[in-house]
């Protein structure tokens, strides 16, 4: 199913990309992609100029303020872009994102603003705190070590 992930205004900018060098980030990407035969994991389409983007996956501990790194997936332009549809929103291609996410999801309209509705809301109730990060699924999975400063040593 595809869903709206919308980042908590407090956290943004606190992702993978800002804690490791643009070469571990552009390995993880290629792995990424790679492992999803540069196909999108939720529609299987691959976009036009480039066949997917690597999205963070982020899970929330709202008892805590943990922001931490759940995966990361390969989706075309087109998911991206719901999964951000606050960057949509900005770049005004809101009307065309929920289109898609309904019809991703085989959604009524209605179901589908409901649903971008409902992520909004969460989003306002996140970013009223701050978060912390944690990134540990990097060494796990991809073998990148940080130091004490919480960027790639």
């Known amino acids: 199913m595809l869903c709206v992930e919308l980042v908590p205004t407090s956290a943004w900018k606190s992702n993978v990309r800002s804690v490791v060098r643009p070469g571990t980030w552009d390995r993880i990407k290629r792995d990424v992609s790679t492992a999803a035969s540069y196909r999108c994991v939720t529609c299987g389409r691959a976009g036009?100029?480039?066949?997917?983007?690597?999205?963070?996956?982020?899970?929330?501990d709202d008892d805590r303020g943990v922001q931490a790194?759940?995966?990361?997936a390969?989706?075309?332009?087109?998911?991206?872009?719901?999964?951000?549809?606050g960057l949509a929103v900005a770049r005004g291609q809101s009307e065309y994102?929920?289109?898609w996410l309904a019809q991703v999801n085989t959604?009524?309209?209605?179901?589908?603003?409901?649903?971008?509705?409902?992520?909004f809301r969460i989003h306002a109730e996140r970013s009223r705190r701050s978060w912390r990060l944690d990134v540990g699924l990097l060494e796990r999975r991809y073998g990148v070590r940080l130091g004490t400063d919480g960027t790639e040593a």
């Open 48 to 60: 036009s100029g480039h066949p997917v983007e690597c999205h963070e996956i982020w899970a929330y």
């Open 69 to 72: 790194l759940a995966g990361l």
């Open 74 to 85: 390969a989706l075309c332009p087109d998911c991206h872009m719901v999964k951000h549809f």
């Open 97 to 99: 994102a929920l289109r």
């Open 107 to 119: 959604w009524t309209p209605a179901q589908a603003f409901a649903h971008v509705k409902e992520a």
